[in-house]
């Protein structure tokens, strides 16, 4: 069967924050995103290399969270294709008229509450004088400030049954599953999508804190992992709350570091190196659960907090 | 117009050597490929995570240059579309059994003398016992032998005429122009292709020395810049002609070093940091003669062999 | 009062193996040291920048652990100068005619059983043919091979009581404690030393463990931060016990990783950047354990080994 | 015969510029370093990790090049032994009060016309609130903004007659020559010199341009080679001058980038990786015209105006 190339990319991620001047502190001055705009509700902001308005959405919220994943189709065509898919299968919720960033977009949703857009129509970022860049071939200047990676990455959510969220991923986008956690008890403990080269846009992993519609985090990419190393301490003199790292993961081989912005939302750092998914027939790489006891590539211990802490927060703990 | 993505990926470059041995004991000991077979004419070499047996076959030869580039299609019925419209448009060769390192092939020719093929049947790399890896998502072991770049990167070809080239690319592969040289007498100075998200999968730029069928280089990544440094001093300990580098390139911002193995084949080492082309409606980037006289991204002037040297050897100077 | 500059730098360490040839063959293919001579009992070890003979004497042994510690004085007179001290203060052997790797040396110890040498002739590694460096200023080629440190750094000692340890280097080295741990219960939990403008050559943490005379770890410096990263991924690769790392130290703010090689002796790979104790008045550096509880300086919490495991083992499980 | 170590470091540079509003912006800005201090005539500034309150002293002018270059001795003792040789040696200027940075101070003047000074009283960088460090064990917070180098590493000097000057060197503070060159026509083509462990701290090389007491270059150390790379990038995206580089030397091995300041003086950041000069018998490295003809350690071919550009501009040109 040939792989569906419908949807082009991960274009944005809403996050929703209770802190909202603290985490723009956070994401603009140590983060190293600027700002292109700002609504009564949200800024809307973007790493040097986006392309596009936006990629992180930071919107005023009485709690932390994600409030949607943004998705860019590859053609409009594979627009309308994908939204009668999604509409079938019963996803839906409906078009949208977009906002500063982009044009129209069909919402849908997961079993789990975790809302996602698709859209074709974009903004694309125009940078101002003081932020041209000297080569023509990046979307803005590289600025130097703060940690300054280069692009968003990926999200990674919390699904109650990452079997379902999966169905629901092949389904809505036609992600294909690169890697993905096979329990003893027969549960899937985490799956990582892609629907492009890149090694994954997007995982899901097991909600353990009996909260709905959660986030894990989201990610920038950086050019190097001495970009990481150098931001851990540009985090340390900022006071910001490093969880675990800088180390590689064994899933998937990148080169990570997490943080919790201000409001607790986790933020992470990844460096994948040239490693790409260019394979059209890759099979899943199904890791058991004692390969994971392992811990991390060189023998990281996986910290409690990352198995329980999500936003926002849940009422019940872990269990 | 939706995007075509009926091609994969660059999968191999056969590359010609009249010293066969020294270029063997370059590839393997300093460069860092592994060689998977042999056969009476070829070694077949691969970097440690090329997920197929073969990403370079260095065939013995009267003379230097590149034999043939092989594509991977992206499905079966992708292969077969592909042929239709490549046979249609003349640049057809007919079917290959393959090799060693893949199955039939449909050969086709640029009109410059350049052999490409298609194919869909691979032969998937199986580690040997001692090349295992630790973990189970790469190919090979990261054996850390000489350079050990991840994977095959990208070919660069020399045509008479780029414009003419171009079209061939977009006609058979269905690649896109990622960036492009436009000179000031009209000619087209060089083109930077891509079929799936990298940045560019092979470019061409003019031939200035007469010659026909010509390779500029062929190129591996690292999965950071730091290898390119560390190379740089692996070369030198090991006697190679260092050509030019280590600098990034204006065009792309690929971080990068060039030096000639033993016959002469000028060969890359390159990083692209996490620079994708995810855009679906990327517009080719258009670099002037003016803009191209800054030199590289950081001011390095282009050595005059990097306009002049391909091989095999032309007969006429370049002019 | 003027600084004791009679102690040039630290030279070498012997370290002892009940798996000679085991431990030999992760010296040299993984770790990355160069065989320079061998006797009956020992290999003689050296960095590739190490100007002298050996900086790595390994010894076959009934166990593991430390056999000597070697420093080079500045100057004959100086060693003159530093033994009549070491004689007078009661800590002296004796003199011992030297190895393959030195002439006459002065041997003394510490009142936990560890034994020093001091010494002026040595012997300079002379590069054979196949190791003579493209470039005339370093002691052998940039051989690439395994994790290729570029020289030896440090050493790090038990001790049960620390601040007689201190006592003791600074009346035979005259070496400045550069940083220190200041337990809440008055004792010296650890101290940092060093004879030059290195951050440290020794350094001396309590023993738990109820052993005499123990090593902690052996450490060589690598140029980069990338080559300890790089080094990760070949003692992965390798089946190397990866303890602790990559990370960088509050203390010192060096950036590690910990291993044990085959036999149980603790080796570090590290990296200081371009700090130096230039400062002629340095004050030491006084640590408390509320700081220490913070972890490594981006929040890595100490794993348990660091604390108990040394060479040789001891009877008695750390309290 | 001992080595002398009566002179414990390079302190600070004091640089002149007529553009003194844009000079003072690249350094603090672009170059990364903090003004600590500011008087009628000149900003002091410092590295984040030097200790004293200023490595560079930038002056208003009416025109570029080096005011003076302070050494600090390494004991008050020192100090009167040092200003008891120079004075005899004839080189002596007398005692100044001293400034911001530091107290009363040696003045001596070496043929050519630079003047320097020796201090022993300093004044330590005290960290203003907002600039004090996560870890007790730096003089300030990483503070990330622009090339963020370590310290002050070394400045080089213009002399017509560098055999000349290097006697200066040895007798007035005792610095040993690490590497220098040869030239076919007996004459000394330039020296490194070092007062400690530093591979160098100072360099002279041969005046081609008429000039007198003319300064080639001050240059600061950057943690890691990555720094310089990015730095690379920070300098492109401000429209500073890249003069050359990055690359690695071939004298000394270190990885370096030279930029032109606003005003026109040549400024360095460079790494040497873990390298030191321990060896307490060095013998000078001495480098052949044959030698340097091979460029760079990977080849680079010295830019022309690195043979002919100083400061201030001389009236003729370089023969």
């Not at 997961?110 to 041209?132: C, I, K, M, N, S």
């Not at 389904?171 to 096979?182: A, F, K, N, W």
């Not at 990610?219 to 006071?239: P, S």
Request: proline share 3%.
């Amino acid at each position: 069967m040939e792989r569906n190339v419908d949807v082009a990319h991960l274009g944005h991620v809403e996050i929703y924050t209770d802190k909202f001047d603290e985490s723009l502190d956070f994401f603009t001055r140590v983060y190293g995103l600027t700002e292109s705009g700002r609504d009564e509700t949200s800024a809307y902001l973007r790493a040097f290399d986006d392309y596009e308005f936006q990629s992180l959405k930071l919107t005023r919220h009485h709690t932390t969270g994600v409030g949607h994943i943004g998705y860019r189709a590859a053609s409009p065509e594979a627009l309308q294709r994908r939204v009668a898919v999604i509409e079938k299968a019963g996803y839906g919720l409906g078009w949208v008229e977009g906002d500063k960033g982009h044009g129209r977009a069909y919402r849908f949703q997961d079993p789990f509450g975790h809302v996602f857009e698709l859209y074709w129509d974009t903004v694309r970022y125009q940078a101002p004088e003081a932020e041209r860049p000297a080569l023509k071939n990046i979307a803005q200047r590289y600025h130097g400030r703060g940690c300054c990676p280069r692009r968003i990455d990926h999200v990674n959510l919390l699904a109650e049954d990452v079997a379902v969220f999966r169905s629901f991923m092949e389904t809505c986008l036609g992600s294909r599953v690169t890697e993905m956690i096979q329990l003893d008890n027969g549960r899937v403990g985490g799956c990582w999508f892609t629907v492009n080269n890149k090694t994954y846009d997007l995982a899901c992993t097991e909600e353990h804190g009996g909260g709905a519609g959660r986030l894990h985090h989201v990610t920038y990419a950086t050019d190097q992992r001495e970009d990481i190393l150098r931001a851990a301490d540009v985090f340390l003199e900022n006071g910001v709350h490093i969880e675990t790292g800088p180390h590689k993961h064994a899933i998937q081989g990148t080169f990570f570091l997490y943080v919790w912005e201000p409001a607790g939302n986790r933020v992470e750092l990844a460096n994948a190196g040239a490693r790409l998914i260019l394979q059209p027939d890759w099979e899943t790489v199904v890791w058991t659960e004692t390969e994971r006891r392992k811990g991390q590539a060189w023998g990281l211990k996986t910290i409690d907090t990352f198995h329980t802490h999500g936003t926002p927060p849940a009422h019940r703990k872990a269990g």
